[in-house]
């Protein structure tokens, strides 16, 4: 197993420009979310999703969209950059029944907004 | 709401050095409990976790006792290494629904 992949691991933006995070998971896990990591902040939950065609917003969506088409995969759009949105972005997912179940972490996407 | 929260770092130690980082939560029922360890450049690693008050998780040497009585969740570790030197983050999972509450992580530096 692969367990979570992202990509791209690093990208510069323009203020602006928009672009597309990939996420995909190959652990047939149900629940998939998106964070951001800012120094002194930890992380913050941008956006979540407990299946296929079901997202829902987290602490700090405003910027981002997001879908859900399969269970594999799970990309962030971020529809204008802005200098804010420069961060490490991690993808997770684990499996939604059981409250026991940890999350797995993809290796990170590393952004930068000019 | 559900929160996690952490000492503050960073947190330098000489090797060999007992660690210590603490950790209390809020939680309305019975929440899982878990540490992550972040590498430098990396993603973050499952460390241990705890799923019921007494329960103790542990890995690599590093220990951790869900208390409920005091809410907390406190990392341990008898004799810290340079390979231990990473970023150490505590959080829990509702006991009802799928979001997960992490703290601010906690920066570990072991020195030789």
């Known amino acids: 197993n692969a367990g979570v992949t992202q990509t791209p691991k690093f990208q510069v933006l323009k203020t602006g420009q928009s672009m597309t995070l990939q996420c995909a998971q190959d652990?047939?896990?149900?629940?998939m979310s998106w964070y951001r990591q800012d120094p002194g902040m930890g992380l913050r939950l941008i956006h979540y999703?407990?299946?296929?065609?079901?997202?829902d917003q987290g602490e700090v969506p405003n910027g981002y969209n997001v879908s859900r088409s399969t269970t594999e995969d799970f990309p962030l759009r971020l529809l204008s950059a802005a200098p804010s949105q420069t961060s490490v972005y991690f993808c997770?997912?684990?499996?939604?029944?059981?409250?026991?179940?940890?999350?797995?972490f993809g290796p990170g996407t590393r952004l930068t907004v000019t | 709401g559900d929160s996690v929260t952490q000492m503050e770092g960073p947190v330098t130690l000489s090797e060999e050095a007992f660690l210590t980082i603490n950790c209390t939560y809020t939680?309305?029922?019975?929440?899982?409990l878990f540490w992550y360890v972040q590498y430098p450049g990396e993603g973050l690693q499952l460390l241990l976790k705890?799923?019921?008050?007494?329960d103790k998780g542990s890995n690599k040497g590093f220990e951790a006792t869900y208390r409920k009585e005091t809410t907390s969740f406190h990392l341990e570790k008898g004799s810290v290494q340079v390979s231990d030197s990473a970023v150490y983050f505590c959080?829990?999972?509702?006991?009802?629904?799928?979001?997960?509450?992490f703290g601010t992580g906690t920066s570990l530096t072991v020195i030789p």
């Open positions: 997770a997912s684990s499996y939604s029944q059981g409250w026991n179940y940890e999350q797995y």
């Open positions: 939680a309305t029922g019975y929440p899982s």
């Open positions: 652990m047939n896990h149900e629940y």
């Open positions: 999703s407990v299946g296929a065609g079901i997202t």
């Open positions: 705890a799923t019921k008050a007494d």
């Open positions: 959080a829990l999972k509702e006991d009802t629904g799928n979001q997960f509450y």
